[in-house]
């Protein structure tokens, strides 16, 4: 069975492999300035246009340890594709240790940081995000990435002390691995899905072998945050994503009708976002949310985000308690690698790249004429 390492090998992002020290800089480089024309060529024309968190709207907050939780889950992913979650189990001590671990590793020298700078065609270690790639200016924002154990990155970083780190992510990892299993439990549930409807969950309906990477992300004080951009507008390929953000806003989400969001920090919650996997899952009912991140010019932001994703060899696709005479499949089944090559190639278009058919008004209408039948996503 093919890896997620393996997979993103498969499908390399090359990107710029100059990492320049942001926290040096006293000006804005015409290399990270984004206009709003240069922002309209890439599905970002709304780049700092966005509603506060304290308008009538905001991105909803749920108790996991709620009875109606699945309920209200369910009407957070129907109307936002994002929400917030509480009583989550996860330890205060763990989610101040990971950012911990995250804050030492960012302050570290940039010489010292590219010891373990992830190689062009892999996906672990320190580097720009995998999606620069598909912008013609660069994000203010530096990150490092997890798959499996950082055993081998973190020796490079730090050769007397990296254990601490180690037990620290490997503790992260398992804490979120068991919140993830919850939270899709709690979302099949929201859609009528029981544990015997969904065979690659496996016999105890634990997920075991399903994927996943974590994700350390930085953003420095910006001299001009106006016309930069820490993360740049995208959807995850993920069935859910999980993240924790530290105390400093940035985090904005897409809602359609409303605009850019700002989803403000809560002591001790989570943020949970639908991704691509879950949207197909579902049949469309869940929307996989396009989300991005701005910066500041006094602070610095951190966060964590735990992707989520099935078992390598585990084919997705919309669920048959949700295709009916009324509603067909919308989308062709998938695997998670087949659709990391997929979005490696398309980005933003990669969905449309595996639909079948899509809502028309008044009925619904074949789209396979209309994609690229050599599309190669394997």
Aim: a neutral charge; glycine letters at 8%.
């Amino acid at each position: 069975m093919p890896s997620l390492s393996d997979a993103f090998r498969s499908h390399p992002v090359f990107l710029h492999q100059k990492h320049p020290d942001l926290t040096s800089l006293q000006e804005l480089p015409d290399s990270y300035a984004w206009s709003s024309s240069s922002a309209a060529t890439t599905d970002n024309s709304l780049q700092h246009q966005h509603h506060d968190a304290t308008a009538d709207h905001r991105v909803p907050v749920v108790d996991l340890d709620d009875p109606n939780a699945s309920s209200f889950i369910g009407s957070a992913c129907k109307s936002w594709g994002v929400f917030q979650i509480v009583n989550h189990g996860i330890p205060s001590a763990l989610l101040r240790d990971i950012e911990l671990a995250g804050k030492a590793l960012f302050s570290l020298q940039p010489a010292h940081k590219l010891r373990a700078a992830r190689s062009p065609d892999g996906v672990s270690g320190y580097g720009r995000a995998r999606i620069s790639s598909f912008f013609p200016k660069l994000m203010w924002s530096e990150g490092f990435t997890i798959v499996g154990s950082p055993l081998h990155h973190f020796r490079q970083l730090w050769p007397d002390d990296y254990t601490k780190y180690c037990d620290t992510v490997e503790r992260y990892q398992e804490a979120m691995q068991k919140l993830a299993g919850k939270l899709m439990w709690l979302l099949m549930a929201s859609l009528g899905i029981s544990k015997e409807d969904l065979q690659w969950a496996g016999p105890r309906g634990d997920f075991n072998g399903a994927s996943a990477a974590l994700q350390l992300n930085s953003y420095p004080t910006c001299p001009d945050p106006e016309r930069a951009m820490g993360l740049a507008a995208h959807t995850d390929s993920t069935l859910l994503t999980i993240l924790h953000q530290n105390n400093i806003s940035g985090l904005q989400v897409f809602r359609e009708g409303t605009g850019w969001m700002t989803v403000p920090p809560i002591t001790g919650a989570l943020i949970v976002n639908i991704g691509d996997l879950f949207h197909i899952l579902s049949n469309g009912l869940y929307q996989s949310v396009l989300h991005r991140a701005v910066v500041n010019r006094t602070q610095q932001r951190f966060s964590v985000a735990y992707l989520y994703g099935p078992p390598g060899n585990a084919k997705i696709s919309p669920h048959a308690k949700l295709v009916g005479p009324s509603r067909p499949a919308l989308y062709r089944p998938v695997t998670w690698n087949e659709y990391l090559g997929t979005k490696a190639k398309h980005f933003n278009e990669a969905l449309s790249c595996v639909e079948v058919c899509a809502p028309k008004s008044g009925g619904l209408f074949d789209v396979s004429e209309t994609h690229n039948s050599s599309v190669q996503v394997g």
